[in-house]
């Protein structure tokens, strides 16, 4: 499990077919991981296979190669990096498990005064979790849901520092990030679902505060 606090950003100087999956030599200021080990690497968890010389070797298999934008990684990309949550940890962001859920595309980046506001298109699956002022993960960073612009649209407010201390701050118009929604949304989806099925709730619609022209279906009564 991670927290979505990046905590090094590290390059890519190798990538190889192998028979254990696509393997990626990522060099990073990291110098006692060990075999084994969880690393976040721009939001999907995968396991140290080697280390030496502040490098170390990650493979992606056929699944997760499907789910991701790693079948276009090359030598040079930056990555995002963290490591496994330790459970004495401070869960400065939110509970990210490290399972991409999709791949979102930035439709819009501007600057608003003292932050950068991103816009990123995302798919149905997650777009359903969105809220106001909620998390979501992206490129394995957490970040608050500033708005909903429009259905499948989620609006980023990133800050300085997160600029300085991530790879967001080379988005542009046209880039594909990983997504990860918030896992607590995800489970009281499936808890709920059967419920709304069986009561069939969803003849009534209601607008949700900061989401333009998207809705949401809600009980004829509470």
Request: net charge negative; with cysteine.
């Amino acid at each position: 499990m991670f927290t979505g606090l990046v905590d090094a950003v590290g390059t890519i100087d190798r990538v190889t077919d192998t028979s254990a999956g696509r393997e990626f030599l990522i060099q990073s200021r990291y110098d006692d991981l060990a075999d084994g080990e969880s690393v976040a690497v721009n939001g999907a968890c995968l396991t140290v296979r080697d280390r030496a010389d502040g490098r170390f070797t990650v493979a992606a298999v056929v699944t997760t190669l499907g789910r991701t934008t790693m079948g276009g990684w090359a030598a040079g990309k930056r990555v995002n990096l963290e490591r496994a949550l330790k459970a004495s940890d401070r869960l400065g962001g939110h509970i990210v498990q490290g399972h991409v859920d999709g791949v979102g595309t930035v439709r819009r980046v501007r600057r608003a005064d003292d932050a950068v506001l991103v816009d990123v298109a995302v798919g149905s699956e997650i777009a359903e979790l969105l809220v106001p002022h909620g998390s979501i993960t992206i490129d394995g960073v957490s970040l608050t849901v500033n708005a909903i612009p429009e259905p499948s649209v989620v609006q980023l407010s990133l800050i300085e520092y997160t600029l300085r201390h991530t790879t967001l701050g080379s988005l542009t118009v046209g880039d594909t990030v990983h997504v990860e929604g918030d896992v607590i949304g995800k489970y009281v989806r499936q808890f709920v679902a059967p419920y709304v099925r069986e009561s069939g709730i969803g003849n009534r619609e209601s607008k949700i505060p900061g989401a333009a022209d998207s809705r949401f279906p809600i009980p004829d009564s509470l």
